[in-house]
């Protein structure tokens, strides 16, 4: 099952590059049946990734795009005529959220009070009550996509019961671009049954969190708390369920401090936050990493910062280009060292800032041939 | 990265936390630490692009900018800056040292506004970092020789 998991995440990595840790997120949330925030702008691939993985596993799905509009026939299905009838107010639930698996809301944010409630207990606890039956829902996880933050106290409790959050923005790489406009949609097919990802998730709750897992995790809360990051009990609970499905995910039948890196996503809640709550949870839980993401970062800004000056004036540009490449080689060098003292998981992570910055090298090193007008030669 | 008055590189500031075993780079910095990212950049990459007005840090860039320029006009710095060029631990050195004559004396010379006492402090911090760099470099050359099993 973990190595079926595995490929799914590899396959998952090719197709939607510079996504690595939104399908970690998803992967993970999905293995602890826990619900899913994408915030970013439109054209993110945030809807072509959720429709692939309920494809990978098979599940029942469901999506809508919501507006102030959308009523609760379009989420849970129409009345039933025949039971109305019978003075009865029981809905057509085929095919609509209540039975779905897998659900994906775009713009879910604009969910109005119609909806809300229904909606809040569907997610909570996986019953909608239909005819004042509560009926009991297979929905394993709700992704939601925003291009804005909730406002509003209603608004808040469904943010709130999004465990994971993450914020797209559009890809940076030339390279990443070209292979998404030259790839064909992405459809890996199915890689696991719903009843192995059942099984894989009572496999996730048979994980063993460990006392140093628990002290780094009680360290990250206090360290977040200094800095005016506060979480609610029941989310710093919940988000244990997280770390032991990152665990399995990286094949451990405990936890360890190192898993607790997944709540970087979990703890925000405006993106603005998420750099300081990577800087406290990477520091606690997992330094190797956090180090090679701040490399990586570092590589990340050089990439943006050249590329901006291509269309201006070419020697500044073959200037830039030529530092961005000694850059890249210092970085290269610092993540080989790190690698030395890091962990399993950690070498992971250095693995793949490491390929991402020679992806970024080796295109620079393109642009500065062809800015010299060495295009074509050997 | 958006610093005081200046955009620095997050390699940079990578390197120079690193260099001095610091905490990890966060918007959120205090002034002091940004202020110590600025000087860092200059003696590592030279001088880097100034931030636009309305993004400059309302409250410390009268002052950074004050310090800055006296660094710029200073032959002293100009020296360091020669000497410390590409290399992060002796940048790290120099801006060790140049915050630690500095720091005790910020808030008296912020309150006092005298350019000439800014300078004669930057002056002498600047020689106490160049010989702190001296000492770095012997000691690395020192070690060069010695096989640590």
């Known amino acids: 099952m973990h190595q079926k998991l595995q490929q799914l995440r590899l396959e998952l990595a090719t197709k939607f590059p510079e996504r690595k840790e939104v399908i970690d997120g998803a992967l993970c949330a999905i293995l602890a049946a826990e619900h899913v925030l994408l915030l970013g702008p439109p054209g993110t691939a945030k809807s072509a990734l959720v429709r692939v993985l309920a494809q990978a596993f098979g599940a029942t799905y469901f999506e809508r795009l919501l507006t102030k509009f959308t009523t609760p026939e379009e989420l849970f299905g129409p009345i039933s005529l025949k039971a109305l009838e019978q003075d009865r107010f029981l809905r057509v639930t085929a095919g609509k959220l209540p039975e779905a698996e897998i659900v994906f809301l775009d713009e879910v944010f604009k969910s109005n009070s119609a909806i809300l409630n229904s909606l809040l207990s569907l997610i909570n606890e996986r019953t909608y009550a239909n005819d004042g039956a509560p009926m009991p829902c297979p929905l394993v996880t709700l992704f939601g996509a925003s291009n804005e933050l909730p406002e509003g106290k209603e608004l808040e409790a469904l ?16 390279s990443s671009l070209r292979s998404v406009l030259l790839a064909p949609d992405p459809a890996p097919g199915m890689v696991m049954t719903m009843t192995e990802l059942r099984q894989a998730q009572a496999d996730v709750a048979q994980v063993r969190i460990t006392d140093a897992t628990i002290e780094a995790l009680i360290a990250i809360r206090d360290a977040c708390r200094t800095e005016g990051i506060v979480g609610s009990d029941r989310r710093w609970k919940r988000s244990l369920k997280l ?25 925000w809640r405006e993106p603005r936050e998420r750099p300081k709550v990577a800087r406290l949870v990477g520091k606690l839980s997992d330094p190797a990493s ?3 993401l701040e ?11 050249t590329t901006a000056l291509k269309t201006g004036d070419r020697k500044s540009y073959v200037g830039a280009a030529a530092q961005a490449i000694d850059q890249f080689d210092q970085q290269q060098r610092k993540l080989a060292e790190l690698t030395q003292s890091a962990g399993r998981r950690a070498r992971a992570v250095i693995t793949d800032a490491a390929t991402e910055i020679q992806g970024m090298h080796a295109e620079m090193a393109r642009g500065v041939s062809h800015g010299l007008g060495l295009r074509g030669l050997r | 990265m958006k610093r005081i008055i200046f955009d620095v590189s997050r390699w940079s500031i990578f390197l120079h936390r690193q260099a001095r075993g610091l905490d990890t780079v966060d ?17 590592y990459s030279g001088p880097p692009d100034l931030l636009a007005e309305g993004e400059r840090s309302m409250e410390l860039s009268p002052w950074a900018e004050k310090l800055h320029a006296a660094c710029d006009e200073l032959p002293d710095f100009s ?3 020669a000497e410390c060029r590409g290399d992060a631990d002796a940048a790290a050195t120099g801006v060790e040292s140049i915050m630690a004559e500095l720091a005790p004396k910020m808030q008296e010379l912020s309150a006092k506004n005298e350019s000439a006492e800014l300078r004669r402090v930057l002056r ?8 702190a760099v001296e000492e770095l ?13």
Not at chain 2, 140 to 149: I, M, P, Y
Request: aromatic share 6%; with cysteine.
């Open chain 1, 159 to 174: 943010f709130d019961r999004f465990l994971v959050r993450h914020d797209l923005n559009y890809l940076l790489q030339p």
């Open chain 1, 243 to 267: 770390a032991k499905a990152a665990a399995y995910l990286a094949g451990e039948k405990e936890t360890s401090a190192e898993d607790l890196m997944i709540l970087t996503d979990s703890l």
């Open chain 1, 290 to 292: 956090t180090q090679a």
């Open chain 1, 295 to 305: 490399i990586l970062d570092a590589a990340r800004e050089i990439t943006q910062k």
């Open chain 2, 27 to 43: 918007t959120d910095d205090p002034g002091w630490r940004q202020l110590e990212d600025e000087i860092f950049e200059k003696l």
């Open chain 2, 79 to 81: 020296r360091l800056a």
């Open chain 2, 124 to 131: 002498s911090s600047c020689s106490r970092a160049a010989e």
């Open chain 2, 137 to 149: 470099r012997d000691a690395a050359e020192g070690l060069d020789g010695v096989a640590l099993n």
